[in-house]
């Protein structure tokens, strides 16, 4: 069986959220399991939020990175500002970031020794910190960085991505950075998948809307808006491929056409047909009668589960 995700959204100027009854709704109903930290923010306060809608909701918690953590495993950065005696985390059983370095940072700066040596201390002290405060071990797992933001090419190329799985506990592949790191390497998207290894390692999925019919984030690569019925089959094909994923993530953040309670609403129940059923044509199906029947507000909810 796959678990199934989303992102935790709150508001930047709001400590309680407004959308916790979502949540509640979504995990009640059977269309997620999981919720996703970080969503929009990786702060002290939505950690504390995140851990209260999950025992709250008695759904699983996927942790993708901690307040002050630098999202790139081979920085020296990377959890050197975590203040640990400010984490209230017990749940937690595995967690994950991005490999790779910060932007505009390139491989050849460093030794082969230096980038092994900061690799492994990264990861010795991340997991002997949380396990300090947990009490238990934990597994890391590394996701492939996208195209479009000035990483080193290097650090998109699918053989490092195959490399660095080979080298953790899991992997995680997000498919809109899979497409944007092919687009940038100039070759298919097909072809990253073909020359990716070890995608026995990959255990969680992530996917996110990466088609702005509105324009509205035209400057920015990875737009983690709602699903358009075009990607669906990605994620199909994504699943079928990396056969021993036990979770997909949707990593939706950012409203485009309605507002954020709809477009929440949409991605989750979509995604969870879509993973439940494999077909691509219901799910389709699904997400155009939501788009055009469920008010801006969600007011309608109970009237259009009926369908």
Not at 32 to 54: A, F, H, M, Q, W
Not at 85 to 111: P, V, W
Request: net charge neutral; aromatic share 8%; glycine share 4%.
């Amino acid at each position: 069986m796959i678990d199934i995700g989303i992102n935790y959204i709150t508001e930047k100027e709001t400590i309680s959220n407004k959308y916790d009854n979502i949540y509640k709704f979504l995990v009640k109903k059977g269309y997620i399991n999981t919720i996703k930290y970080p969503g929009r923010y990786c702060d002290l306060e939505n950690l504390k939020n995140v851990i209260k809608i999950s025992q709250e909701t008695k759904s699983k918690l996927d942790v993708h990175g901690l307040p002050q953590m630098v999202s790139a495993i081979y920085s020296e950065d990377f959890i050197k500002n975590i203040e640990w005696n400010k984490l209230k985390i017990k749940n937690i059983a595995r967690i994950s970031t991005h490999m790779g370095l910060k932007n505009g940072e390139k491989l050849n700066d460093y030794s082969e020794k230096e980038l092994e040596d900061t690799f492994k201390n990264n990861i010795k002290k991340l997991k002997s910190n949380i396990k300090e405060l947990t009490g238990r071990d934990v597994e890391f797992g590394l996701e492939n960085i996208p195209g479009g933001f000035q990483f080193d090419l290097d650090t998109i190329k699918p053989e490092f991505v195959g490399d660095n799985w080979e080298k953790v506990d899991f992997g995680i592949f997000d498919i809109a950075h899979a497409k944007l790191s092919a687009k940038e390497l100039k070759i298919t998207y097909k072809e990253y998948i073909d020359r990716l290894k070890n995608k026995d390692k990959v255990k969680i999925l992530h996917v996110s809307g990466n088609i702005d019919e509105t324009n509205k984030y035209a400057n920015k690569p990875d737009k983690h808006v709602l699903i358009n019925k075009n990607e669906i089959n990605d994620i199909i094909e994504a699943i079928k491929t990396f056969k021993n994923i036990d979770l997909v993530v949707s990593e939706y953040a950012y409203n485009t056409k309605y507002s954020i309670e709809k477009e929440l609403l949409i991605e989750a129940i979509v995604l969870s047909n879509i993973v439940k059923t494999m077909d691509e044509h219901k799910s389709q199906e699904i997400l155009e009668h939501l788009e055009k029947n469920l008010e801006n507000d969600i007011s309608n909810i109970e009237c259009i589960m009926k369908y």
